[in-house]
């Protein structure tokens, strides 16, 4: 093992000659945008998009300042201002390991109680662009109706205290209103989230959140600021000992290394009111078809990781990859995604709804990517809503199949119980655990119980083609087990 840099400012030029370093002054970079959270996501990717370009030599005054609203984003911040905001991005290729440091974040913002120093450094003009990566249950939507959430505790609570708000959009209202009267102008609100709109999601949510307290400023900040849509795609394990363990073989010693796979895409609207980076030069695109890449994107790869996720933990399979490798959740992923999701989903330039399949299997069964179940699988009761029941819900009001995304919600139902098939325990895993793991119990026996969560399936729980089979297969994976069931369904005998 080579010896170990600590990473630091003063220590770049002394990184190994196998890790990329960064080339430009980072103290001469200047600051443009603000990211509200800092995890793996943002920093395998917008940084990552963002560090090319100040390797070109461009755009070097719309450096990242980090910022966030949590618990963990004070840890965050503690971590990564030890490292002056730098990370150390390694590749899984399955040919082989590559590292990178990343220098595209130059301050995190104090974490306080009210969010007093995140609306202050939103409010200065040098700042163009509010950012967010919040995850995609986290916009105060209801996964019912899709309107925002003005019964919410938390936006209660910003609606009542608009000087101190609890959540990052109060302190995104809060900001401009500041700018508004002061004359510093608007910015950019930028959704980086796995959410189907989600630009027209955090427009809704910060319009929505201002008019609770002030009208006018609301009316101002729907006329004035974008919020363009955006898809973005890379898949990014959670940091763990491994990982740290993994950058010190590269000689780093990095409190936050973050690793990904060899694969990135970004797609956005180009409709910024403040100005934007040329992200486009470091292969970023701009297109008015966002949400045709979005639909691919979401339904294809993020539904399918719920796909094979959920009877991954049921069956005690630790990756993703090693999902793949079982016969029968790679059958079922393949007659899932032919018969019911692909056919749903529109061509992109360059790009045809089977071929991304083929793309995503391979990006799946990547086995240097140790991407665990348990993090794909993470708040279900956000990502089924948001990834699987819209495919219901198409296929339903076209008289198509949804036999198979049935059996997917009950495999993710069986799950939600709380145990495996070989007995062992699945840790809380869903911000809603508890709840749903007592509605499974029931739903063990009624299996109907589990449709009657309105807030999730609102009326699907009527609709007999797909509570129909949910119950069937629901029924079959408790009395046979879930291998019996994904035979059943797939014709494929493991």
């Not at 959140?209 to 609301?218: F, T």
């Not at 010190?248 to 409709?271: C, L, S, Y």
């Not at 399949?357 to 279900?380: Q, Y």
């Not at 007999?464 to 629901?474: C, D, E, I, V, Y």
């Amino acid at each position: 093992m080579p010896e170990l840099i600590k990473l630091s400012n003063l220590t770049i030029g002394d990184l190994p000659s196998a890790v990329a370093a960064p080339t430009y002054d980072r103290l001469g970079l200047r600051p443009g945008i603000v990211h509200i959270g800092l995890g793996n996501f943002h920093r395998a990717h917008q940084s990552w998009y963002l560090h090319r370009l100040f390797e070109k030599g461009l755009n070097r005054d719309w450096a990242i300042i980090g910022a966030g609203v949590r618990a963990f984003d004070a840890r965050q911040r503690e971590k990564l201002l030890a490292q002056d905001c730098l990370t150390t991005l390694i590749e899984l290729d399955p040919g082989g390991k590559s590292a990178e440091v990343v220098g595209s974040m130059i301050d995190y913002i104090p974490v306080q109680e009210g969010n007093g120093a995140l609306i202050d450094r939103m409010a200065r003009s040098d700042i163009r662009i509010v950012a967010l990566t919040v995850t995609e249950g986290g916009y105060y939507t209801d996964a019912t109706s899709d309107e925002f959430d003005a019964a919410h505790p938390d936006i209660l609570h910003d609606a009542a205290n608009p000087n101190a708000p609890t959540t990052a959009f109060g302190a995104i209202v809060a900001a401009l209103k500041r700018r508004r009267d002061t004359g510093g102008g608007p910015f950019t609100c930028m959704s980086c989230d796995n959410l189907q709109g989600n630009g027209e999601a955090l427009r809704r949510t910060v319009v929505s959140l201002a008019r609770l307290s002030d009208p006018a400023l609301s009316d101002w900040i729907d006329a004035n600021c974008t919020f363009p849509n955006s898809m973005v795609d890379c898949i990014v394990p959670a940091t763990g000992p491994k990982e740290i363990a993994l950058a010190r073989e590269f000689g780093v010693d990095d409190r936050a290394p973050v690793t990904h796979e060899n694969f990135r895409q970004w797609v956005i609207e180009d409709d910024f009111c403040a100005g934007r980076p040329d992200w486009h030069e470091t292969g970023a695109t701009f297109s008015n078809r966002v949400p045709d890449y979005e639909r691919m994107k979401i339904r294809i790869l993020n539904a399918g990781h719920q796909v094979i996720a959920n009877p991954g933990e049921i069956l005690s399979i630790e990756t993703i990859s090693g999902c793949m490798e079982h016969q029968l959740i790679r059958a079922l992923l393949r007659k899932v995604e032919s018969e019911e999701i692909v056919p749903r989903v529109n061509p992109v330039p360059g790009m045809a709804p089977n071929d991304y399949f083929d793309l995503i299997e391979k990006r799946f069964s990547n086995p240097a990517i140790v991407d665990t179940t348990r993090r794909v699988a993470f708040d279900g009761s956000s990502r089924h809503p948001g990834f699987v029941l819209p495919m219901i819900r198409e296929g339903l009001a076209s008289d198509a199949s949804v036999e198979g995304l049935a059996l997917v919600e009950a495999i993710w139902a069986r799950m939600c119980e709380g145990t495996r098939e070989d007995a062992s325990r699945i840790e809380d895993n869903d911000p809603s655990w508890r709840r749903l793991a007592a509605v499974a119990k029931r739903a063990r026996d009624d299996p109907g119980a589990w449709l009657e969560q309105a807030a999730i399936y609102g009326d699907l729980a009527n609709a007999a083609r797909f509570a129909g089979p949910f119950k069937h297969w629901l029924s079959t994976i408790w009395a046979e087990g879930l291998e019996a069931a994904l035979s059943s369904y797939t014709g494929d005998r493991a």
